[in-house]
Nanobody, 122 residues
Framework: QVQVAESGGGLVQAGGSLRLSCAASGLTFGSYTMGWFRQAPGKERELVATITSGSTKYADSVKGRFTISGDNAKNTVYLQMNSLKPVDTAVYYC?????????????????WGKGTLVTVSS
């Protein structure tokens, strides 16, 4: 049974940092595109970052501040978030998808975690 679970959210002041973790089980980690999405109140869900085959992609809004990485042996993906801004406040979701990053960004499918809340105070 495939399961994806996020952790690491919390409250942080603007300019601070948080690291989110996503543990996946029941799947072959290397055969999936792993991604982080987020959704703020009243806004559409948006793709934050993806990693697959050693390549990473980021939304323009987080480039230079966020870093996605993975540990294939542990089936775990991370999102290091630095220089956080109040606009980053959202529920962050981990996703595992067999399709390439370009398709994941347009029509997200695959397996989803429950989400973890990140709140950035001004």
């Amino acid at each position: 049974q495939v399961q994806v679970a996020e952790s690491g959210g919390g409250l942080v002041q603007a300019g601070g940092s948080l690291r989110l973790s996503c543990a996946a089980s029941g799947l072959t980690f290397g055969s999936y595109t792993m991604g982080w999405f987020r959704q703020a109140p009243g806004k559409e869900r948006e793709l934050v970052a993806t990693i697959t085959s050693g390549s990473t992609k980021y939304a323009d809004s987080v480039k230079g501040r966020f870093t996605i990485s993975g540990d294939n042996a542990k089936n775990t993906v991370y999102l290091q978030m630095n220089s956080l801004k109040p606009v980053d406040t959202a529920v962050y979701y981990c996703n595992a998808d067999t399709r390439p990053p370009t398709l994941v960004g347009v029509t997200a499918r695959g397996y989803w975690g429950k989400g973890t809340l990140v709140t950035v105070s001004s």
